[in-house]
């Protein structure tokens, strides 16, 4: 029981995370998008979304190799991209 309370906040945020993504799978992609510019993505992540250009959110999430990590960088990067415009 005291280990769940010190681990709490870093057990919550990918939970918080996975529930995030599931909501916007279907948040659309930039046509134009430079997945060189998001920061926290890898040169190999790059890559493989360059090669296949998904769509959407759930189509990337789909590609065999893209980490978690790498899906919620482009979440908030998608995300925040259209905030703006």
Not at 61 to 82: D, E, Q, W, Y
């Amino acid at each position: 029981l005291e280990i769940s309370g010190i681990y709490a906040g870093y057990l919550e945020r990918p939970i918080n995370d996975v529930e995030r993504f599931k909501k916007d799978e279907s948040l659309l992609i930039p046509e134009d998008i430079s997945y060189s510019n998001i920061g926290g993505i890898s040169i190999e992540m790059c890559e493989k979304l360059e090669t296949t250009r998904p769509r959407t959110l759930g189509a990337a999430s789909r590609i065999k190799g893209i980490t978690p990590g790498c899906l919620t960088a482009l979440f908030s990067h998608v995300r925040n991209a259209s905030q703006t415009q």
